[in-house]
């Protein structure tokens, strides 16, 4: 079987040795910790048939997820490069062909992408499992000024807020970014959230909206896009707009190391709890996570949008880590749903899924984070969901074939 590895293998690490003038060397020195491995996208051809599930999805409803994204890279000119899914020319056959299905049935989608595309399991190393997560639309009350209840600012990107993708730069890089502000010539890191907590941006004209809640405000940056209810109805639609370029820490792994929360019982419910009964600690703690998420106003349009400018499809858009998969990449995902009642089996989650935002936690090959839309049902997936699966990505048939050409 054909095995294309897409990133590099660790270098060998090196030992110094000990030495002294005059001085026998006594004992030998203790070898180093064991590290772990770089994340490594690993590509192995596959065959439909190996999709579990593939013949009983409902495959048409992630059918507008994909001609959206489709719609977008046609945008593109054809020499762009997409990794691991060729260039924009090797799509432009499948997407005009998608284009003329409007509202294809299940059957016809399979059809469609059985001729199209070629399935590859996508491994970290030699290890197909990975962690699936979810995220969801949260809905807060709030105001566009502040008043004795909404006090907390959802804030717009400052002006001097420069965002830098390093994959620009530097092939190596693909796939980080930072952020900060110019000052004297330089490049120096901005404010993180203790500081634009304790007011770095307050009077600068960048309040979108006041919120109640600053626990659901933290929140709301996670899931990276929202909605403000005001008082007469109204709702005000926000979306992620930049990020102040601190690393994001996640609060969950925090409140574990401190034994805040015990393992096993990790979820946005649990945390939110917390934070609730205990007022005192909450902004200490939640300032433990530096990275800070700026909003932009969506007005009325379709929304959230994701990463890749389209607007999202509940349970069937998917957050990914760029720097292994490209964004409208077709992903058939093999895991399984957190279950209703505590000790009932999980329920098995296998669909077509579509590749069309990032998140700040999204980090490795097999790493993806599920969109569940709105409301209480989408609130309690995404917050319980911690589940292990797998996933293959579905990759033009002639760029597949391009991979098991012998090299030159």
């Known amino acids: 079987m054909l095995r294309r590895l897409l990133s590099p293998a660790p270098l060998a690490l090196t030992i110094a040795t000990l030495a002294g003038i005059g001085l026998a060397l006594l004992a030998a020195p203790k070898p180093p910790p064991p590290t772990a491995a770089p994340p490594r996208l690993t590509l192995v051809p596959a065959a439909f048939a190996d999709l579990p599930g593939w013949s009983e999805d409902a495959a048409n409803e992630a059918w507008p997820a994909f001609r959206l994204s489709c719609e977008r890279q046609m945008r593109r000119k054809p020499e762009t490069s997409l990794g691991i899914a060729g260039t924009v020319a090797d799509w432009s056959a499948a997407c005009a062909e998608a284009a003329l299905l409007a509202d294809p049935d299940a059957d016809t989608v399979r059809r469609f992408l059985e001729d199209r595309f070629r399935p590859v399991a996508a491994l970290n190393g030699e290890t197909a499992e990975g962690l699936f997560t979810g995220y969801y639309e949260p809905e807060l009350d709030g105001a566009l000024t502040p008043d004795e209840t909404n006090r907390t600012p959802l804030y717009r990107r400052p002006g001097d807020l420069v965002q830098v993708d390093l994959g620009e730069f530097r092939d190596e890089l693909k796939g980080q970014r930072i952020a900060g502000r110019v ?7 901005f404010e993180d959230r203790a500081g634009i907590v304790a007011g770095a941006l ?5 309040e979108i909206a ?26 005000l639609r926000v979306g992620f707009d930049g990020q102040n370029g601190h690393p994001y820490v996640a609060l969950g792994k925090v409140m574990l190391a401190d034994g805040l929360l015990e393992r096993g019982k990790v979820t946005m419910q649990s945390i939110k709890a917390w934070l609730a009964a205990h007022p005192d600690q909450a902004a200490a703690l939640m300032n433990r996570n530096p990275s800070y998420v700026f909003f932009r106003d969506l007005g009325d349009g379709p929304g959230p949008l994701g990463a890749q400018g389209v607007a999202l499809t509940p349970g069937r858009s998917l957050a990914v880590d760029r720097k292994f998969l490209p964004l409208g990449l077709p992903v058939w995902l093999d895991a399984s749903l957190p279950p209703v009642e505590e000790g009932a089996p999980p329920v ?5 899924m579509v590749a069309q935002d990032t998140g700040g936690a999204i980090r490795g090959p097999v790493r993806g984070d599920v969109f569940f839309g709105a409301g209480a049902e989408a609130e309690r997936l ?12 579905l990759l033009p048939a002639e760029v597949v074939a391009r991979m098991a050409e012998p090299a030159s």
């Open 183 to 189: 000052v004297d010539g330089r490049l120096k890191p």
């Open 202 to 206: 307050a009077g600068k004209g960048l």
């Open 210 to 235: 006041y919120v109640a809640s600053p626990v659901e405000a933290f929140f709301l940056e996670i899931q990276g896009s929202g909605r403000v209810r005001m008082a007469d109805g109204r709702i």
């Open 348 to 352: 098995p989650f296998r669909r077509l």
């Open 382 to 393: 995404a917050g319980a969901m911690k589940q292990t699966g797998r996933w293959w990505l």
